[in-house]
């Protein structure tokens, strides 16, 4: 996977992180729900404890995969685990998609 490529995805990834963050604290409706300075540095630890627990990046655990149906990908890999973050433990479900025709 190339480094731009990666980046994308890391990015991706904490910008999600911090909006499931986010959602279980109970914000209104008006309030901005993610991409403060507080919800960008959330995600980013985030991040860095499912990396830490081998759950992305260059060193996560290999799972079996399996074929998956439209619109979810064509081969999944889906990783569980509970994680402790910023005082709360809270359960993650970490889904990785590939198509059948990409290559590493």
Known sequence: MGN???????????AFAAGFAVFGT???????????AESVALALVVWQVLE?????GENAVLAFPYVGLPP??????TL???????GRT????VKKTTPLNSRR
């Open 52 to 56: 830490d627990q081998k759950l992305v």
């Open 26 to 36: 109970g914000v209104k409706a008006q309030d901005q729900l993610f991409g403060d």
């Open 80 to 86: 569980g685990s509970e994680i402790f973050v910023a």
């Open 4 to 14: 731009a490529k990666m980046k994308r995805l890391t990015a991706g990834a904490a």
């Open 72 to 77: 979810h990908g064509e081969i999944l890999v």
């Open 90 to 93: 809270t359960t993650v479900i």
